[in-house]
């Protein structure tokens, strides 16, 4: 067959009303079968990693788009379901919460710069630029509480958004202690410091993850005074609503990490701004005066004679040069007089108890006398030295402990723990010699000091028009 007759007959076959039939019924079919397909792949989830989703997002600006606004909005919203809320108490480490990172949202790692505070913040490198939400009501169980991370733009299901600075607070204590109390908030002023004295909108305060809705009236007023604003403390309300924060640094290990330069300089700051707060002159007192102050007990720790303790220290003071004793009770001062006298005191002579706290008031340098029932000495462990850290974190002179030798008896041997308990609340008993051979070494030492300058040299303003924030 010859290539003229194969042409014609192809021809005569195109040509052919049928066979066109046919070609127009496949193109039919082929183009229905696209739109099909088509438009099932627009209804399927396209379930994309964050850094995926998030660097097609980006090429949305391109002329090009990658990825349609619907499929943005499906994305976001599988987002917003995939945020996966955690127990703020972790019970795999409730028989160790003080070891590791603790047991409070354990899932997260601090920033730990050697000398500075440990803290997490929110948003950051850290957290992959996410927020911090939080939810929960439970003041008995933290492990009811929860945290999770979520992206601003894809935050969980009725959730509600926190403006400005939020400061969260983990404390393995009481907020109502003074002492203990004052230990959580030092890392959030040394924060502060380190970022251009930036000041929270709110607080909100754990214990064991269990929510807590104030602190005690005294470390309110150094917050008030600190930043100058009233402080809020958030309440939850409603166990199934999220709360997110735009920006929120959490402190989960008190002052821990912090060398002692850092601390003195939060505790000048605070001694600065309780002052300014107070309207209480930044001078420095005379030369010639040396304040000592006998902060009393009532209860529990107080001494057992009074009038016996006062004329011992009454006696010595007498015998140096310029010094003027007062004898006051903490229970009776309004934070403003406490902060007034602690200005006044040079030698601070006070059983331990919380009252001590207040030594971080006092002038760089001043001296620090403490007392202590019986048992303490052996069963009392590290918390006996709090005061002993207060005083050199803040700058002072810790100069030495007494324990009473006498007091309550306990059935058991004096070593055993359960006597603690019998000595806990001890009262304090006196020995005069020795007493007033303190005193009198303790004022010497003062004296000599002060003649020498060294008193009152206290770098804690960082400006000659008052406090460094």
Known sequence: MTKRSVSRRLVSCLASPKFS??????????FVLLQIWSFHITQQPILLPPSLFTYLKEQQQEPEQIISENETAYLVEKLRESVTFLPLKDLRFSNKPLEGHTWFMSSLYDNQTKGEVQYQEFPSESSKGRLLCLKGVDEHDGSWNYYALAWPQALPVNASLQEGLTFVSYNHYSYGNMWHGL??????????????????????????????????????EIITATYGQNTEFLRFVDENKPVCFQKAVVMRHNEGGMSRERRMEVFDLIRCKARNYCNISLSQTSKSRIGMTLLMRTGPRSFKNESAVIDVFKRECKRVEGCELKVSYSNNLTFCEQVELMKMTDVLVSPHGAQLTN??????????????????????????????????????RHEGSWHDPDGEICQFPDTDRRCMSVYKNGRIGYNETYFGEWAKSVLGKFRERKMENVVGRNHSYGSLDGCRC
């Open 21 to 30: 039939l046919n070609v127009l019924c496949l193109v039919v079919t082929v």
């Open 183 to 220: 230990s959580a908030m030092v890392p959030f002023v040394a924060w502060s410091l380190r970022n251009q004295c930036e000041s929270p909108q709110r607080w909100v305060l754990y214990h064991w993850g269990e929510l807590r809705f104030k602190m005690g009236n005294w470390l309110s």
């Open 359 to 396: 030594l971080v008031l006092m002038d760089r340098n001043s001296s620090v006398m403490e007392f202590l029932p019986k048992g303490w000495r052996k069963l009392a462990g590290v918390g006996q030295l709090v005061y002993q850290w207060g005083a050199s974190w803040s700058g002072m």
